[in-house]
């Protein structure tokens, strides 16, 4: 078991397999932790370890990860904590798996660093399309129960974090103008959900200029091709 210290942070991780690394980015909304792959149609902790080096993380206040609540955290943050996590284990270039709630944790990495992700898989991406309250039913499920360990944090400062989480437009944390300027080579798969809008994803792999679109990838045979699709996709990026 191993973990970071950053800022007042502790980040909990994961390293297993060889190779090319990626950085995986759990789904869960704001309980963002390894184990949720476990129970994903798509696992990478088991897809990917044979030819890659996989590092997993708990997202902080997910999971193992703990870290101070402050009405000045967002997007940014977690993507601090993500690159901290890279630089913690020397790692320079990477690319990217992430479901969910890592649709905008990628977009951010690719905005912030983008010399550093060769490649990026996003999984049924969350976005915004006539669900602004449920994202604030999700905080609001997640604060009930990390509140009670976090006494530095009153309601004004849980309010002003999930006005920093979920106000946004597009991806929460991008814009569609800035995710035209995103060019990592990236791996759209749809989702089909309330939180992982459909038109999210067409529109995200029609705005990105380097994009591979899958529409189909859940079950079955198309779960089989798509599984083969994003291995050879991150093996072109190493």
Known sequence: MAFLEHNGATIHYEVSGDGFPVLLIAPGGMHSEIDKWNSMPWNPLTALAADHQVIAMDQRNAGQSKAPITASDGWSTYTADQLALMDHLDIDRFAIAGMCIGGPYIAGLCTAAPDRVAAAVMLQPIGLDNNRAAFYDMFDAWRAQVAPDHGEADDSVFDQ??????????????TREQATAIATPTMVLMGDDLYHPESTSRELADLLPNCTFVEHWKSGDALASATELIASFLAAAS
Do not use: Q
């Open 161 to 174: 974090f999930r006005s920093n989480m979920y106000d946004g437009d597009f991806l929460f944390n991008t």
